[in-house]
């Protein structure tokens, strides 16, 4: 993404004052852009706790250096990487996240809350994680990156998504 179109992204996040904002993959394209990814990242925690799951392009730019990615990011304050892992953010409401789908690192199971009275917002990167929900838990939103060509509206074709009260 060209830089002026970054900082219209974050210009218009901040006029929302959302109360997290999260990031569905894809946050990297190629190994030489870490450090304006990391820098971007940084932007979007200044507005608002950032939590981030692994896209397809990010598995096949870093690989192996992924993890290494993760702790630089995590090293910036309000910043979560949610690999096959939650967090409660409030109680009861849970945000799932799960290692991207299509390149086979989901582990849905793995990722689940215990708590079963609760609310969870799952963040995928690809629909394929939708299948292996079904008769597990309610999902009150499914947040992931492209439609895909499909037409169920439930669906955002945009990596960031806020939330406000």
Request: contains cysteine.
């Amino acid at each position: 993404m060209a830089l002026q179109s970054l900082k219209i992204v974050l210009s218009n996040l901040k006029s929302f004052r959302p109360n997290l904002i999260v990031y569905t993959g894809d946050l990297i394209s190629k190994e030489e852009f870490i450090e304006d990814a990391l820098k971007f990242a940084e932007d979007l925690a200044k507005i608002a706790p950032t939590y981030i799951v692994w896209g397809n392009w990010d598995h096949w730019s870093l690989g192996g250096k992924l993890k290494m990615f993760k702790e630089l990011l995590e090293s910036i304050s309000e910043i979560r990487v949610l690999l096959n892992e939650n967090v409660e953010v409030e109680g009861g409401l849970y945000i799932i996240g799960v290692d991207d789908p299509y390149t086979m690192h989901v582990d849905f199971e793995k990722a689940m809350p215990k708590a079963k009275e609760a609310m969870y917002i799952l963040l995928a990167h690809s629909p394929e994680i939708i299948g292996k929900t079904a008769n597990k838990v309610d999902i009150i939103f499914i947040y992931r990156a492209y439609a895909w060509g499909t037409n169920n509206s439930t669906y955002y074709r945009s990596n960031i998504c806020t939330f406000t009260q």
